[in-house]
């Protein structure tokens, strides 16, 4: 076993690097080999390790951890360094790695917000690691996401500082999203980039800033979803948003509580099912989980650098390939 210490010493971190749906993490593992990272040092971390000018590059870090009351604990720090309270396509890699070490099919994993159920499931494409984990709770009060308006929720509605043609719903999963449903024509201009740049620099609307994602309706059960994710940018796909996106069709009847809804993103494609009971909602969602290759690093954090002492490619990403082309097919039919 391993451990850690700063210390401003070069030390050795062993990792795995995954992804769910496109959406790329390195996930460090603090059960097995019992690292000490402090706060500081974990956004550091996560601002030199996942730069796409470095040798690794993701979206984020997956930090799985011991869990007092569940069978592990998620933490996710961004690319810049923030925390997220959740992440959908990271869990799903975390399920999977946690339901490996342990022998398990199902297991609970806490997060920052809730603690969640996650199991192994057929797979949603031959050959293709798929896991199923539950999204929640889901809020729909502006004050969780925060955004400041005058009025207790935004259910397909317009803000004005945004758009004049857009409606928008906005709701937290825990992570804060806002969905708008839209026409092909809006997803090839320039409208989502600028409103999602403008929500998460300074402004009053929503002063942490807000995942924004549009949504395409392709056919009865079936959506594709982009995405531009608070601390990250425009994203192969987000987990949560996917989830959020789902429920958003139900509420607005274009699709089917208890109905697999197929979700296509740039990334692939998962499925998500949307449970209502009375006022509240979970989303189960459902994807891969792909392993891309171990890697042992030399890294100092002090002094912001690291080196790749060895790295163990995987062949897994050969048969996501395959799907990812099978989902491409499908969009370029609609969009």
């Known amino acids: 076993m391993k451990t850690y210490h700063s210390g401003g010493k070069t030390v050795q971190i062993d990792l795995i690097k995954g992804h769910g749906s496109g959406n790329d993490f390195l996930l460090i593992d603090e059960i097995s080999n019992h690292y000490t990272f402090t706060e500081e040092e974990r956004a550091n971390l996560a601002k030199i390790l996942c730069n796409r000018d470095s040798q690794l590059g993701a ?8 869990s007092g009351h569940a069978d592990g604990r998620m933490r996710v720090f961004n690319a810049d360094g923030s925390e997220a309270s959740m992440c959908g396509n990271g869990l799903r890699l975390v399920a999977r790695y946690i339901c490996e070490l342990k022998g398990m099919n199902e297991a609970v994993i806490e997060t920052m917000k809730a603690n969640l159920k996650v199991s192994k499931h057929a797979d949603i494409y031959p050959q293709v690691h798929t ?8 809020l729909f009060e502006l004050k969780a996401l925060p955004l400041n308006l005058n009025k207790p929720t935004l259910f397909n509605e317009r803000i004005k500082e945004l758009s004049e043609e857009l409606r928008f719903t906005a709701l937290a999963v825990p ?15 320039q409208i989502q980039k600028q409103l999602s740049e403008q929500v998460n620099g300074p402004n009053e609307l929503f002063p942490d800033g807000v995942n924004v994602s549009f949504v395409k309706p392709l056919e009865k059960g079936s959506i594709y979803v982009r995405t531009f994710e608070r601390g990250v940018g425009f994203t192969n796909a987000c ?18 509580y208890e109905k697999v809804i197929n979700v296509y993103n740039n990334g692939g494609k998962v499925q ?4 209502k009971f009375d006022d ?5 969602l459902i994807g891969n989980a792909t392993y891309l290759y171990h890697a042992s690093l030399q890294v100092n954090i002090e002094e912001a650098n690291f080196s790749v002492s060895s790295r163990s490619d995987l062949t897994e990403q050969e048969t996501y390939e395959k799907l990812q082309a099978d989902a491409q097919k499908i969009i370029k039919q609609f969009l």
Not at 59 to 66: A, E, K, P, S
Not at 131 to 138: A, C, G, L, N, T
Not at 239 to 256: F, I, K, W
């Open 59 to 66: 979206d984020g870090i997956l930090f799985v951890m011991n």
């Open 131 to 138: 896991y199923q984990v539950e999204i929640s709770p889901v």
């Open 175 to 189: 992570n804060p999203h806002l969905i708008s449903i839209v026409e092909t024509e809006q997803l090839q201009n």
């Open 239 to 256: 987990g949560t948003a996917m989830s959020a996106s789902s429920l958003v069709t139900c509420l607005t009847e274009l699709n089917e």
């Open 272 to 275: 998500c099912v949307v449970h």
């Open 280 to 284: 509240t909602y979970t989303i189960d």
